[in-house]
């Protein structure tokens, strides 16, 4: 940055005095000023940058020095692609699932042939949008123009990152990023009934309200079908890794690597078992037993099998004109109990050997307190004679072939009933759960996008900054989202769908994996209650990480979402329209902030939180947020600009959002900029207003416009910017033409 001369620049605006008040420049070759940027993962991932650099005084009279950056991301339509994939591949599942579900009553054999005939035209549906996206191979950017295109719903639209590098006298040099994309919603389905708050409230509301023609389970249920089904899918090839691993040290003869092999797969088994353990399952295998043909129904079952109870707050089976279920005789359900239950045995066993072949290898007497604990259930151990230079493999592999053995019985027959549970759901509330379902990953598929593009770029500028990978690991990430949509009109159902794609993101976790190629580009697993997305960085780069982020450590991401309405539109919701919309997200969020901020201080360590604390007084400043949010202000911008700096202070991931990220968006990060030069490097303050207008009539976000629009005018009029608050404002001359 220093080393730009004046004679550099294509135009210098002076002031009144004949004194330089900024440079502006185009810069074709980004890495020739700053080396940070030319990091040859970032550069696969980024494309066709657009950089302008400036000189503003400092208000002792010096010159900092600033490079603005604009870039598309290829992840822009490379995600997409991954997740529609992954949808295609679990619907397939589900659908072979149903069929599986073997001979069926002709009431549920009909009702299945109803339900795979919708779900098969869905998948066509999504396998004919996967064909068209991937003839768009070099394409890195959807403009706002086509936001409402149907083969491109999945891709956020005008996705970018925002960045700005700031080289100043005093102070070292800082970087501040931002990613700017139209807010997360479904356009071409349109908004007529609203977004997907509103519609998924609608839809549980008629679920629970209406009456039900088969055996219904409630909405939680039905959710915690999907949750178990979720935990077998993730649980299991773990126990199964875990168990090699087990086996692998067995075979080199390590007894501190058997031990932590051990004590891995005894904790993914406990957490296997467990999940079993929840009455829902139960109650399924008893409901999918009186859907097969010949189930006889005489009386309840006992309120007490094995080592669980039947919960008042569980919903009953609501049968159609039948009062009873089916008797022991005809369903064993303690069968089920011992089916599970063979699985801890399984593992108790795998304990007791391991400790013997340690206690005997290493000459001691008498057991350990773990093989007593199992003694009860280790006879299959007691009947091996061990020795010591006795292959510890040919000891361990029956048990783990029998653990494994085990849990795939228990993985069927639950798989099975869970299954039955989807099946219900589906049958009563199609086309209209499809439906929802396909809006919802719509606007998940932009939302996901930003999100990986912002992870990653995050874990590239940070990757040697101690203090963010201790967080990353320990405390996760928070991501915060600016909303500039108004609450009135069709942008209502756009913030519905934006909040909830943004609080889908829940569901999601990072790995971090060493590149083996060079191929870089995240790879996502996993169904559509939880996701996995494995970011891959470079030999060096991940040598460099801390052990756990290498064991494979899932991270996780925190996302929140403030949205205040600055246009016209706001203007008339606050008037004569509703903006509980509003509060209400600001204040569901600010709850999430809070809350992400005190696991925070408690977690991190405490060196790194004094320090912290001494340097920013984020107190204060989520006491000055929640003040600004109850006092329900009009157009309260104030919320915008703490909720950036709170995150900013937390090593977040930031995102601005209006309908498209061209205008509004545009408004907003060029002020967020230049409040920050003013705030963090001593902007003159006579300059503030200069640069302001600078950036946004010579900067990149003008140059955004062109992109999409073609047309280097951002999409206002004079009369709707009287209703803008007036640092949102554009300079004359660089306004004028209808929104898009």
Not at 137 to 160: A, D, M, Q, R, Y
């Amino acid at each position: 940055m220093g080393e730009i001369e004046d004679g550099e620049a294509d135009n210098i605006t002076t002031d009144v005095q004949g004194q330089k008040c900024a440079l502006v420049c185009e810069c074709s070759a980004p890495e020739s000023v700053s080396r940070k940027d030319n990091l040859p993962f970032l550069n696969a991932v980024l494309k066709n940058p657009v950089c302008k650099l400036y000189r503003f005084p400092t208000s002792d009279n010096k010159w900092m020095q600033i490079r603005e950056q604009m870039s598309e991301s290829i992840l822009s339509f490379h995600i997409p692609k991954e997740l529609i994939s992954l949808q295609i591949k679990e619907d397939l599942c589900r659908n072979q699932e149903l069929k599986e579900l073997g001979e069926l009553s002709p009431h549920w054999d009909n009702l299945r042939k109803n339900v795979l005939t919708h779900c098969d035209q869905m998948v066509n549906i999504y396998q004919d949008i996967l064909t068209e996206l991937s003839k768009e191979t070099g394409s890195s950017f959807k403009s706002s123009s086509s936001k409402g295109e149907k083969t491109l719903e999945f891709v956020p639209i005008n996705l970018h990152l925002q960045r700005m590098h700031v080289h100043s006298p005093h102070l070292k040099d800082a970087l501040y990023d931002v990613i700017t994309v139209g807010a997360p919603a479904a356009h071409f389905q349109g908004f007529k009934n609203g977004g997907l708050r509103k519609l998924l409230h609608r839809f549980e509301a008629e679920r629970r309200n209406t009456g039900y023609q088969f055996i219904y389970y409630s909405p939680e249920n039905t959710a915690k079908a999907k949750e178990v089904l979720s935990n077998i899918n993730q649980l299991q090839p773990l126990i199964a890794t875990h168990a090699d691993l087990l086996l692998n040290s067995a075979s080199q003869h390590s007894p501190d690597s058997l031990k932590n092999s051990l004590k891995m797969l005894s904790e993914k088994t406990e957490l296997f078992v467990h999940a079993f353990k929840d009455q829902l399952v139960r109650s399924a295998l008893l409901a999918l037993y009186t859907a097969r043909p010949g189930g006889v129904l005489k009386k309840p079952p006992s309120p007490k099998s094995g080592t669980e109870e039947s919960s008042p707050q569980d919903p009953p089976l609501l049968v159609r004109r039948q009062d009873s279920i089916p008797h022991h005789s005809d369903y064993d359900e303690e069968e089920w109990d011992r089916v599970w239950a063979s699985v801890g045995k399984s593992l108790n066993c795998i304990i007791a050997m391991v400790d013997k072949l340690i206690e005997r290898d290493s000459g001691g007497e008498g057991s350990s307190d773990s093989s007593k604990d199992v003694e009860k259930d280790s006879s299959p151990v007691d009947s091996i004679v061990t020795h010591p230079k006795e292959d510890w493999y040919e000891q361990l592999y029956p048990l783990i072939l029998t653990l494994k053995d085990c849990m795939g019985e228990v993985v069927n027959r639950a798989k099975q009933s869970l299954t039955f549970v989807l099946l219900q759901e589906l049958a009563y509330s199609l086309p209209q759960c499809l439906m929802l379902t396909l809006r919802r990953d719509i606007v998940f598929s932009q939302a996901l996008t930003g999100l990986v593009c912002g992870f990653i770029i995050k874990l590239h500028t940070s990757l040697y900054d101690p203090g963010f990978l201790e967080q990353l690991h320990t405390v996760g990430l928070i991501v915060q989202y600016e909303g500039l949509l108004s609450t009135y009109s069709e942008e209502i159902g756009m913030l519905e769908d934006m909040a909830v794609g943004i609080s889908d993101l829940k569901k999601v976790a990072f790995k971090i994996i060493e590149a083996t190629s060079n191929d870089v580009l995240p790879v996502i697993t996993g169904r559509r209650e939880h996701y996995v997305v494995e970011v891959k960085v470079p030999a060096r780069m991940f040598e460099s990480l801390p052990l756990q982020i290498k064991e494979g450590q899932l991270l996780h991401v925190y996302p929140v979402l403030f949205n205040v309405g600055i246009n016209e539109q706001q203007t008339l919701a606050e008037r004569f329209g509703d903006v509980s919309l509003q509060e209400s997200i600001n204040q569901e969020n600010f709850e999430l902030l809070k809350e992400y901020y005190t696991v925070f201080m408690e977690k991190m360590p405490p060196d790194y939180i004094s320090h912290f604390q001494e340097q920013n007084d984020l107190k204060g400043l989520l006491e000055n947020l929640h003040q600004n949010i109850q006092a329900k202000k009009r157009k309260n911008v104030e919320i915008m600009w703490l909720a950036a700096t709170i995150c900013r202070k937390l090593n977040g991931i930031r995102f601005t959002c209006c309908k498209s990220a061209k205008d509004r968006t545009s408004m907003s990060v060029t002020l967020e900029q230049c409040s920050i030069l003013r705030d963090e490097h001593q902007l003159h303050k006579d300059f503030f207003i200069r640069a302001l207008d600078c950036m946004r009539r010579e900067g990149c976000r003008i140059e955004n416009v062109l992109k999409n629009i073609k047309c280097r005018k951002y999409a206002f009029n004079m009369l709707q910017l009287m209703a803008f608050p007036k640092y949102y404002r554009p300079p004359e001359g660089t306004y004028g033409k209808a929104d898009t």
